[in-house]
């Protein structure tokens, strides 16, 4: 069964390091997103892309996150400098919007801890 | 802004129960998921409503949701341990131009007692 993939599985980083968190949608899915997940919360979205193009980036931190789409294939999201506030669960999900529908699946996400 | 409440939080039950968990939502929309998360792992699928009055059923869980109420229900019937887990309800905020990021509630943290 096709599946979201994401690496790193954990993270650990000191305080004003830069991480990096890599995505790859299942094969064929042109939308992709990444949401954040601090614990005991619900996701929230922080950047949507449709192929290599950002649709929706309205809730990125931009002084400090990044995030591109270069080929509109895998992702890269990138926190530069952290801080321990961005301790959290990084969910990446795709869906395939060519349905009627936006079903959304998750890949196993990167849980990031900022000492 | 869209605004996702689900209730209860937190719900603590016996096995062979019944219960309900609800989900309001503050915009209008016609799409709403709901998804189980167990702990430390990611989202799973549990049930995609597209319409008003769309109702979904799968084992011991069944999903409904009113657009006009701006309501979905999670029901569970005779409960079983394998059902512990976190359960979200995430909607579509149809905003319009091919943003469609999913806003989720808190999440309901059940757990099912023997």
């Known amino acids: 069964e096709a599946e979201v993939a994401q690496s790193p599985r954990y993270k650990i980083t000191e305080k004003s390091q830069a991480v990096a968190f890599w995505c790859d949608p299942i094969s064929g899915h042109a939308t992709l997103y990444w949401y954040r997940q601090i614990l005991g919360q619900g996701p929230e979205l922080l950047v949507q892309?449709?192929?290599?193009?950002?649709?929706?980036d309205s809730q990125l931190p931009k002084d400090r996150f990044s995030a591109e789409r270069l080929k509109g294939v895998d992702s890269t999201l990138k926190i530069q400098p952290a801080e321990l506030g961005d301790s959290a669960m990084y969910l990446c999900?795709?869906?395939?919007?060519?349905?009627?529908?936006?079903?959304?699946?998750f890949g196993p996400g990167t849980r990031l801890t900022v000492l | 802004e869209l605004k996702v409440e689900q209730n209860p939080l937190f719900l603590s039950m016996q096995e062979g129960k019944n219960y309900t968990i609800y989900c309001n939502y503050s915009t209008t929309s016609d799409r709403l998921y709901w998804y189980r998360q167990d702990p430390g792992k990611s989202l799973e699928s549990l049930f995609v409503?597209?319409?008003?009055?769309a109702v979904k059923q799968e084992g011991r869980l069944m999903a409904s949701l009113d657009t006009k109420a701006r309501l979905s229900t999670l029901h569970i019937t005779a409960a079983v341990h394998d059902l512990s887990a976190t359960y979200f309800c995430a909607v579509d905020p149809l905003s319009g131009g091919g943003a469609d990021g999913l806003t989720f509630g808190k999440g309901t943290h059940l757990i099912i007692q023997p």
């Open positions: 999900a795709s869906s395939d919007l060519s349905g009627r529908y936006n079903e959304q699946f």
């Open positions: 892309f449709q192929d290599e193009s950002v649709v929706d």
């Open positions: 409503l597209l319409s008003n009055g």
